[in-house]
């Protein structure tokens, strides 16, 4: 059905092609006032759709009668099939069961060959299930009895991998997705059964290449996709003790090599979108492929490094965090890719935090998470992705939240929020063209974020007779970066910043703090208000003054 879906594609565009051409020749023929010749025989392709509801719907049943059908009268019969080579037979040679499907295979091949030219469709259906009772058939030599016919392992294994290599041959020489689907399952089915970690993971390798050679090959988006799920949750059974062959589910002790290798299956899988065709472009199919890989990698890696590599989970995550980083700076080079860059440095970051948080005590790493959001800010203006500007804005606010849940005290450690919020936001205004804000929303989030926190964190470090003037020395460095940065926001919120240390003064100093300290906090904060009111009389006078020259 693909094929002739093509088929039509082709024709329509030749039937166009003519028509433009018989435009152009009509106009020539107008130009050099020749008669034109009849266009009676012109071109038309015939419609194939149905004109009414009752065409339509006999259409349909066509299809499920035809399509639908034969794809599940072969499943049912693969599962007969099954049913019978798994029969215990009793008193005869271990062979038997084999036996039986072999020549059903045969068959199958052979009924598969006789319709090719009459039910096409069908041979197709039929070949591929013969191919995947060869592979059953093979199985059944060592598993599903209680004499096995093959009692050596290693020899089932390398039979199951020939049945597996030729069927993949196969696969690829008849341009199949449908086949190609089935070998890189039975493949993945063949690792497992092998049963041993070096071969699990040449295996999953050599599996994920092909994969990716085939998308790359064939444009099989969706294939790829069913492909990078395939081998991801091969990697999981393996990791939870292979329940394919029998075992318990439980989480198997792993080596740091194992570990290693889900971040070698989210490189090759990253490179099968990287390497795309010039005309792809970042359609839904690529972008679901690399929400998959980089969510089943970095799920997986964290998964088993939490649980069983706990000594070594910053480097763990160090390293991946420089991987993913290293995919998505590569993905911005080459095509300036705006989705994948994103997923895979949302990525990174993630594994970057999970590194900080690993080394660092409670509550440092607190500072170190607070900080790392300069170095996203910094990517992401490289990038030129607002969707990580607006996402670590996101995550600075969670991670200050849970700083104030489980701290405990604040301590000076607050400080770093506020100052990581003006360096953010002076960043954002220094290469707001490269970004191409067309509003301030973020600028004042973060500026709006450092009014609240300096009051707040500084409310609970310095001593409270000392609160309304580290606030007033605040408001003060806000007019001077004002001043200096010529930038008025920072004048409102100095402006801000005064009004909230009088409503402090008025409603807090007057009863709590020491004679003493509320005599000082007065006379401080009422000198500077007056200072701030001739400041602003002189910069008005100054105006008129120019003005009225």
Same mark, same amino acid.
């Given at each position: ?100 499907? #072999? ?106 290449? #092909? ?205 770093? #929020? ?132």
């Amino acid at each position: 059905m693909i094929e002739s879906a093509s088929d039509s594609e082709k024709l329509n565009q030749i039937v166009s092609n003519l028509k433009s051409i018989e435009i152009r020749v009509s106009k020539l023929e107008a130009h050099l006032n020749l008669e034109a010749e009849s266009s009676k025989d012109e071109l038309k392709l015939p419609n194939n759709l149905p004109n009414n509801i009752s065409d339509r719907t006999d259409s349909l049943e066509n299809q499920i009668g035809q399509f639908w059908f034969a794809k599940v009268g072969i499943v049912i019969l693969a599962i007969g099939i099954v049913f019978l080579l798994t029969f215990p037979y009793q008193n005869l040679s271990p062979v038997f069961p084999s036996l039986i499907g #072999f020549v059903l295979v045969a068959v199958l091949f052979w009924l598969s060959h006789y319709l090719r030219t009459s039910l096409q469709y069908l041979s197709q259906y039929v070949f591929g299930g013969g191919l995947l009772l060869l592979y059953f058939t093979t199985l059944r030599l060592h598993f599903f009895g209680v004499n096995p016919a093959i009692e050596n392992n290693l020899i089932e294994i390398i039979l199951l991998v020939t049945v597996t290599t030729v069927h993949l041959y196969i696969s690829y020489n008849k341009k199949s997705v449908y086949l190609s689907s089935i070998g890189i399952t039975i493949g993945c089915v063949t690792t497992l059964i092998s049963n041993d970690t070096y071969s699990v993971f040449v295996f999953s390798v050599l599996l994920s290449m #092909f994969i990716v050679y085939l998308k790359l090959k064939f444009e099989w988006n969706g294939f790829f996709i069913y492909g990078i799920s395939l081998v991801y949750l091969t990697t999981l059974l393996w990791f939870i003790n292979n329940p394919l062959l029998g075992n318990n589910v439980e989480l198997r002790s792993t080596s740091p090599f194992e570990i290693l290798s889900i971040l070698i299956f989210a490189i090759i899988f990253a490179s099968g979108n990287f390497f795309r065709a010039e005309k792809e472009s970042e359609n839904n199919s690529l972008i679901v492929s690399t929400i998959l890989n980089c969510f089943l990698s970095y799920t997986l890696f964290l998964l088993f490094t939490m649980t069983k590599h706990k000594d070594a989970l910053a480097i763990f995550h160090l390293s991946s965090s420089i991987i993913f980083l290293i995919i998505a700076t590569l993905y911005w080079i080459k095509s300036e890719s705006k989705f994948s860059t994103f997923f895979y440095s949302i990525a990174g970051y993630t594994a970057l935090s999970v590194a900080i948080v690993a080394q660092f005590p409670k509550p440092d790493f607190f500072v170190w998470l607070c900080w790392q959001s300069l170095l996203v800010v910094s990517t992401a203006l490289w990038f030129r992705s607002k969707i990580i500007i607006v996402a670590n804005f996101v995550m600075y606010l969670l991670i200050f939240i849970f700083y104030l849940a489980l701290a405990g005290a604040i301590s000076t450690v607050s400080l770093s #929020f506020g100052l990581v919020a003006l360096i953010t936001a002076r960043i954002l205004n220094w290469q707001k063209n490269r970004l191409e804000l067309k509003t301030e929303i973020m600028r004042l989030s973060y500026l709006g974020a450092a009014f609240f926190i300096f009051p707040y964190a500084l409310y609970h470090i310095v001593p409270k007779d000392y609160v309304s003037l580290s606030w007033t020395i605040v408001a003060i460095i806000y007019y001077v970066l004002s001043v200096i940065l010529k930038n008025k926001k920072y004048r409102w919120m100095a402006l801000l910043t005064f009004a909230l240390t009088v409503l402090y003064i008025l409603f807090v100093g007057t009863s709590n703090l020491d004679p003493i300290y509320r005599i000082v906090s007065f006379i401080v904060l009422g000198l500077v208000l007056l200072a701030i009111s001739i400041f602003y009389g002189r910069v008005k006078s100054k105006s008129i003054a120019s003005s009225e020259k």
